[in-house]
């Protein structure tokens, strides 16, 4: 059933997360954060970001309350939010298109180190023309723009109840269809029709909004970073369905695996490996520990020894909140794990040329471990029946 989706937070959220950031300024000797990217601003707002047609900014001072300069289209959004320094124009306007309100509220920052933090680094963008930020860089005086994707992950990845409570609703709707794939998949459906149908109970069951990757081969698909296609699933593939579920911003991230008629000995085998190694992940996962730990440990399930090849993808996991976000779960990450966290575990194998197998589970840490926010899957691949259901 579709249900109303719950946004916000209470102000008391949005404040706390304030007085976090200007802590770490504090630390960091900054006056200051500038904001520009739809997520940033988001997240100490409650309301969207811009568009490439019209930009949003946000600061966030050292000291005091945030200030919003926003289209004047946007005011009455930001309006509903906490926030009552609001400041407009009128956009699209090519010529000035915030950049004369932003120099200002900059300029008028109370100054005591001249540096002020943007969205400059790790797994951050700006949500402005490089055009447009070097006109406000260079009308700026006494103030240097600084890189602070580290402070502003340092707030992120840390997660209060009230987000956990949001992405544990988002696994949930998620993890309402996966039980369902059973009764709504069958021999000779394309993965297209398969990720429609997908999509559309995703929404039913009161997502936000509703993505997810579904691809099929025999034995496993032999890539999943593109979309579905017209391809008909047949007895002897394995279909991987990953869920992007967005229940009040916040989502989730996290697949399971069907075998569809009767599967090979070698892939029931790679999926009994893939299971295990999932399992050491969540068990290393614990505060204190370092994300390559977990990689390592779960490496050690996976491989002979050579750890090349199951780094080739990046990482077995990630950190997630109002999108995938870091930490990877990578060798080399040397991000601590701390209470409050969200990973998503994801070991991955390829146990034969050109079939894959990966199997993801998401945790938040807590103060003695882990706890799964996702229903754990069985170590017995789900299967697809050859005979459609009546």
């Given at each position: 059933m579709i249900s109303n989706v719950d946004r916000g937070f209470p102000p008391a959220e949005f404040e706390a997360r304030v007085e976090r950031a200007q802590a770490l300024m504090a630390e960091e000797k900054l006056d200051g954060l500038f904001l520009t990217s739809g997520d940033n601003i988001r997240y100490f707002s409650g309301s969207f970001g811009g568009s490439n047609t019209r930009p949003c900014f946000m600061l966030v001072p050292a000291v005091g309350a945030p200030i919003a300069i926003v289209p004047a289209l946007r005011e009455g959004s930001m309006r509903d939010t906490w926030i009552t320094d609001i400041r407009s124009w009128p956009s699209p306007c090519p010529e000035d298109d915030g950049t004369t309100s932003v120099v200002a509220a900059l300029t008028e920052l109370p100054r005591r180190f001249g540096r002020v933090a943007a969205e400059f680094g790790l797994e951050m963008r700006i949500?402005?023309?490089?055009?447009?930020?070097?006109?406000?860089?260079?009308?700026?005086?006494?103030?240097?723009?600084?890189?602070?994707?580290?402070?502003?992950?340092?707030?992120?990845?840390?997660?209060?109840?009230?987000?956990?409570?949001?992405?544990?609703?988002?696994?949930?709707i998620a993890g309402a269809v996966f039980v369902q794939v059973p009764n709504f998949v069958h021999i000779g459906d394309s993965e297209s029709t398969i990720h429609h149908r997908f999509r559309v109970r995703l929404l039913e069951e009161g997502a936000s909004e509703a993505s997810l990757t579904c691809r099929a081969g025999q034995g496993g698909p032999s890539y999943i970073a593109e979309g579905a296609r017209n391809r008909q699933i047949s007895d002897g593939d394995l279909l991987f369905i990953d869920a992007g579920a967005a229940y009040g911003d916040y989502v989730c991230d996290y697949n399971r695996n069907y075998q569809v008629g009767k599967a090979s000995d070698a892939l029931l085998f790679a999926h009994e490996r893939i299971w295990d190694a999932n399992e050491?992940?969540?068990?290393?996962?614990?505060?204190?520990?370092?994300?390559?730990?977990?990689?390592?440990?779960?490496?050690?399930?996976?491989?002979?020894?050579?750890?090349?090849?199951?780094?080739?993808?990046?990482?077995?996991?990630?950190?997630?909140?109002?999108?995938?976000?870091?930490?990877?779960?990578?060798?080399?990450?040397?991000?601590?794990?701390?209470?409050?966290?969200?990973?998503?575990?994801?070991?991955?194998?390829?146990?034969?040329?050109?079939?894959?197998?990966?199997?993801?589970?998401?945790?938040?840490?807590?103060?003695?471990?882990?706890?799964?926010?996702?229903?754990?899957?069985?170590?017995?691949?789900?299967?697809?029946?050859?005979?459609?259901?009546?």
């Open positions: 949500g402005l023309p490089i055009l447009q930020l070097n006109e406000i860089v260079k009308r700026l005086s006494g103030v240097e723009l600084v890189d602070g994707s580290a402070l502003l992950w340092a707030l992120r990845m840390i997660k209060s109840d009230a987000e956990v409570a949001k992405i544990q609703r988002a696994t949930d050491v992940g969540l068990r290393a996962a614990v505060p204190g520990v370092t994300a390559g730990h977990v990689f390592e440990e779960m490496a050690k399930v996976l491989s002979s020894g050579h750890r090349g090849e199951l780094n080739k993808n990046g990482r077995m996991g990630h950190g997630l909140g109002l999108q995938v976000e870091p930490p990877s779960i990578k060798v080399g990450d040397n991000t601590l794990l701390k209470p409050g966290m969200v990973l998503c575990i994801e070991p991955a194998l390829e146990y034969e040329p050109g079939k894959l197998i990966i199997h993801e589970e998401t945790v938040v840490i807590t103060d003695d471990g882990a706890r799964l926010l996702t229903q754990r899957a069985p170590k017995q691949l789900e299967q697809i029946s050859l005979e459609r259901s009546i």
